[in-house]
């Protein structure tokens, strides 16, 4: 007899509906504010609340620096009620885009309670719940939070796992349809009613793949007793994959990538987005690093994956985003530990050992080369440290120029840690103070002058840790 209610489609209304109920009272699913959290499929709900928050001129993806265009494409895949497949390489944000998909959602909906896919009180998916809504006078409903179901690519990954048991040899065994040797879900039914985000979905078997596109496709499974049983979930599946899987076959397989949208995500465009992307994901917040050393930094990751750098044919796998992170962080890290309000380039380490504590199990050379992943950072951070000397430089007006020369002579020798005998030197005082965003930035701003006009003219040089001196005596 129980067999009906797995193969038939159960539609309740409030016509056919048992009593409703909530925390102990009854209540009209079909009024107020009840009305909102069912009845309504994943992308239903996308839909109403991307052209909402269009409407209010909402940006959905604010946790996405730039990303214009990308997001764009994301908006038009929802609206059409595509699945999503974002194809680019670790740590540029695919998790984070796929997370903030989610916000698109009701923050909770209504389910019937015990249901361990949180089904819709008006359109059931498991057979125990279809039986429940059409046999008992009371069904007890609960409000479950959103779902966001995170499910790692594993090559070990077993079906019970992404899909879950269902055998309809138990419950003509005579097994009650709770029982959970007759139905225990598995990742991907526990995403019915919300988003399912594939982590690297290339890296599940395919033998998973093709059960995975008859449950999004056929809305079914065959289960490994051969016998197919209707499942229809309703998710919205964002997977990411990574373009390195690749090598040159798509891992994912052809029927599930037809069901898919790829938008590629590859690294910031802009210096200023890499930098913006950084500081908004440090794990120190402490506003300690002044902008040159910013540029710095991040120039150097940038020019890492850059076709102009000196290393690019060497470079085999790039740095992503996360170095620039965690070298934010470090060189926070060694400021706040040394009392410095300001980071300043001792916070780089001896030989830049923060800079290769933040990059070196980000990016990998070309081994045959014998090139020290320690090399390349080194000269890079110090191309990087140039590139910025040399803006830092042009910006000094050339009128007060001559007047700094003749100060830094007067001085002799300038330890940027203190202040002794700089007042007198307002030539380099005005230039210093008006790099500044704020006063604490002034030692940082004096050493990267001092640093500028040593890279670039030779007449100054630094002799020991933030200590320049004047060396053009003779000329
Ligand atoms: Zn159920």
């Not at 992307?277 to 506003?287: E, Q, S, V």
């Not at 992170?325 to 060694?334: L, P, R, T, Y």
Request: with cysteine.
């Amino acid at each position: 007899m129980e067999f009906e209610y797995i193969f038939e489609e159960v539609r309740i209304t409030e016509r056919n509906a048992p009593r409703f109920i909530i925390n102990g009272k009854e209540v009209d699913i079909w009024d107020g504010e009840y009305r909102n959290y069912h009845s309504r499929s994943v992308s239903d709900y996308v839909r109403e609340n991307l052209l909402k928050m269009e409407r209010d001129g909402i940006d959905p993806f604010q946790e996405i620096v730039g990303k214009e265009l990308e997001k764009d494409m994301v908006k038009t895949a929802l609206m059409s009620g595509s699945n999503i497949l974002f194809k680019g390489k670790k740590g540029y944000g695919k998790t984070t885009f796929s997370k903030s998909i989610a916000k698109l959602l009701p923050d909770r909906i209504l389910a019937i309670k015990g249901c361990r896919i949180h089904d819709d009180p008006t359109r059931p998916v498991c057979f125990s719940c279809k039986k429940k809504l059409l046999e008992q006078d009371e069904v007890e409903l609960t409000f479950v939070p959103k779902k966001w179901i995170r499910i790692a690519g594993d090559p070990m990954m077993t079906t019970r796992q992404l899909i879950g048991g269902i055998s309809l040899q138990k419950i003509r065994e005579g097994y009650d349809l709770d029982h959970p040797e007759v139905f225990t879900p598995g990742r991907v039914l526990k995403a019915h009613r919300g988003i399912a985000y594939f982590d690297e979905l290339g890296s599940i078997p395919s033998s998973l793949q093709t059960l995975l596109h008859e449950l999004l496709e056929e809305r079914q499974i065959t289960t490994p007793e051969g016998d197919i049983i209707p499942m229809k979930i309703d998710t919205l599946v964002i997977a990411s994959t990574n373009p390195a899987n690749y090598r040159g076959v798509s891992d994912i397989k052809e029927p599930l990538l037809d069901r898919m949208e790829q938008i590629d995500i590859g690294p910031p465009d802009t210096l200023e987005e890499e930098i913006e992307i950084g500081l908004r994901n440090m794990a120190i917040k402490a506003d300690v690093i002044p902008e040159w050393h910013l540029k710095i930094l991040a120039g150097a990751v940038r020019c890492m994956r850059s076709k102009n750098c000196r290393y690019a044919g060497r470079i085999e796998v790039e740095p992503s985003c996360r170095a620039t992170i965690k070298v934010f962080d470090h060189v926070a890290a060694s400021a706040l530990r040394n009392g410095r309000e300001a980071v300043m380039l001792a916070d780089y380490g001896k030989d830049y050992s923060n800079v290769k504590l933040a990059f070196k199990s980000r990016f990998e050379v070309d081994y045959e080369e014998e090139l020290s992943k320690d090399l390349v950072i080194h000269e890079i951070v110090n191309d990087s440290i140039d590139t910025v000397s040399g803006e830092v430089y042009s910006a000094i007006p050339r009128s007060i120029f001559g007047g700094m020369m003749e100060e830094l002579s007067d001085m002799g020798e300038i330890d940027v840690y203190s202040e002794n005998g700089l007042k007198e030197c307002k030539n380099l005082w005005a230039f210093v103070s008006s790099m500044c965003r704020r006063r604490r930035e002034v030692y940082s701003a004096l050493e990267i002058t001092l640093e500028a006009i040593a890279r670039c003219t030779g007449l100054v040089e630094r002799t020991s840790d933030g200590v320049y001196v004047y060396t053009a005596y003779d000329r």
